[in-house]
């Protein structure tokens, strides 16, 4: 699941302790237990077994620690680490003999593209020109840009202020944007791009003065190209689609934009005059969908599809380790939803705490330096379930009527990308999906995940949103799947939830265009988004309930004689997703 700001170890607050170098495995740290003992623990490597028809603990443990491997690099859309994941996946759909649904008679999709930043581009004000990389960095929307050379510079305020500028004030300007400070006196800056960008998507530019409080190494990799979807941004430019242009600015480049410094500066203040230009040019980018076809057995009926989803990818890794017991211990105690939960200082109770965790630990084994997002969970635990189901079905000797569509997205992370262009540019007639379901982060979910967690706990969301019929199914298969029915929790599917999980997963890019879904997951946990999000802290027993759940419910919804009736009318395929 994507995150505005994947690289939230920056902000940890890490530097009160003392980090060391190299450990074996890590252990399931709770809140009320630092550690458990060795036996008890799941290994850090674990050598792959042969899997089988059935979905079983011991296959989804295999499948996981080898795509969530540390050889992987944390399979990021745009490398070549992302590539050599999903020749994994298309080597076990080949074995499995699942037919090739990608393009040009292969299992793969070509589904990104790269965007760098043209030579030239600058931006400033009249007489005042500023340096890109120290005073300012461009954001590619992923689009064609609008001009704003020569156009007024105009002051909107400080983001969530109630003096802030409506949208209208600033249409056709300049907009700069101040953002609130923190304890520390840093800018504040995460998750703010997608709200300001929304309120002020009429201006010609758009300056966040937040750029003193974004990490360094996360400003570096903003300067590098950016992976957007296949195709978005062609066309001429400017073009009816044109985007405000968006840079992170420093205070400093702030007032002098403004010809005033921030602090004196009221919402409407006029500023000088704006000059420069920027501007991406396209080049090529690993990152593909795979994507696979099971028929079913109706002759009709087969031409109809059933998809089911995970994405591909994680978010790499980072040039500078951490000690993973360390940091795993902070999340522990101080943001149990990993990089959900929001940063905030360590007490001092809460550091003699840490510290008392981290020396159990260390009387079990020296430290590990940990710099790989491995995506155990997120979503190593959705891909390979996909690979367990098609597993099984292969295997059954009745199949169902309609067929099963696999689809493992890329770039969800990076903005549900893969989704995108495959939604946009199916390999099967758009109209012959019935429903998707979309499986992302299934491997967790336990009372030490989450207090309301446990062995029968899963989210689900968008299942009746579309197709309350679809979801009256789920429900039913999960009350006769066990002997101890599913505890389906829908916290999350709340209209107006703050987490807007409903748009931030694949299933979104089906439903834009009317086909109903739902979404599978365990819920958040605090090695999410993390380097210590691993395949050793997975419940393979739960994971592999949950895994059967979502089997059965495909093959229930792919034997209907008819489609899952939509109960909602159909959204704008191209209009803002609102939860």
Request: hydrophobic share 40%.
């Amino acid at each position: 699941m994507p995150l505005s700001f994947r690289h939230a170890l920056a902000a940890l607050p890490l530097c009160a302790l003392p980090l060391a170098a190299q450990a074996p495995a890590t252990p399931r740290v709770t809140k009320d237990a630092p550690a458990r003992s060795a036996q008890a623990e799941l290994p850090l490597k674990h050598a792959p077994r042969p899997t089988t028809a059935a979905i079983t603990p011991a296959d989804l443990m295999t499948r996981v620690y080898l795509y969530a491997d540390d050889s992987l690099m944390g399979r990021q859309v745009g490398s070549v680490h992302n590539d050599r994941a999903t020749d994994y996946i298309a080597g076990e759909l080949r074995r499995l003999g699942l037919e090739p649904a990608g393009e040009n008679g292969t299992y793969f999709q070509s589904a990104v593209e790269r965007r760098a930043l043209v030579a030239g581009s600058a931006f400033g004000a009249e007489g005042a020109p500023l340096t890109l990389g120290s005073d300012f960095v461009p954001r590619d929307p992923i689009a064609a840009i609008r001009p704003f050379d020569g156009l007024p510079i105009v002051y909107a305020g400080t983001w969530g202020d109630a003096a802030l500028l409506a949208g209208d004030a600033v249409a056709g300007k300049v907009v700069v944007v101040s953002t609130p400070l923190d304890a520390a006196g840093r800018p504040t800056w995460n998750n703010l791009r997608i709200p300001i960008v929304q309120r002020f998507a009429n201006a010609a530019a758009i300056a966040v003065a937040g750029l003193d409080g974004i990490p360094p190494a996360f400003t570096a990799q903003l300067m590098e190209p950016a992976v957007g979807v296949r195709g978005m941004a062609a066309g001429p430019r400017p073009s009816a689609n044109a985007q405000p242009a968006f840079v992170w600015v420093t205070r400093d480049a702030a007032a002098t934009l403004l010809g005033t410094p921030l602090a004196g500066a009221t919402p409407g203040a006029q500023g000088r005059i704006a000059r420069g230009s920027i501007a991406f040019e396209t080049q090529p980018a690993p990152g593909r969908n795979v994507v696979a076809i099971l028929r079913g057995s109706d002759p009709v009926l087969r031409n109809t599809f059933v998809a089911i989803g995970a994405h591909n990818d994680h978010v790499g890794f980072d040039h500078e380790p951490v000690d993973h017991d360390s940091l795993r211990t902070v999340l522990t105690v101080t943001r149990p939803g990993g990089a959900d939960s929001p940063e905030r200082p360590v007490t001092a109770e809460e550091a003699t705490r840490i510290r008392r965790m981290i020396d159990s630990l260390r009387a079990l084994r020296p430290a590990r330096q940990d710099s790989i997002y491995n995506g155990a969970d997120d979503d190593g635990s959705g891909s390979m379930a996909l690979l367990e189901i098609a597993e099984s079905v292969a295997a059954a000797r009745v199949k169902p009527k309609r067929s099963l569509l696999f689809v493992w997205h890329t770039g969800e992370e990076a903005g549900l990308f893969g989704a995108q262009y495959f939604t946009d540019h199916p390999t099967v007639s758009r109209d012959s999906i019935v429903a998707q379901l979309n499986v992302d982060m299934i491997g967790r979910g336990s009372a030490s995940d989450l207090q309301e967690g446990g062995p029968a706990y899963v989210q689900l969301i968008g299942s009746k949103r579309l197709s309350t019929e679809l979801g009256a199914l789920v429900e039913s298969v999960g009350s006769a799947a066990r002997p101890t029915p599913f505890r389906f929790d829908y916290t999350y599917d709340a209209n107006g939830h703050p987490e807007q999980y409903y748009c931030r997963s694949d299933h979104y890019m089906y439903a834009r265009y009317g086909i109903p879904v739902v979404f599978f997951s365990t819920g958040g946990h605090r090695d999410y988004h993390m380097v210590t999000d691993e395949p050793q802290y997975l419940d393979y027993p739960k994971y592999a309930a949950v895994t059967q759940l979502i089997h059965d419910v495909a093959l229930r919804v792919a034997s209907l004689d008819h489609r899952p009736a939509l109960s909602a009318p159909k959204p704008d395929p191209r209009g803002q997703c609102v939860q």
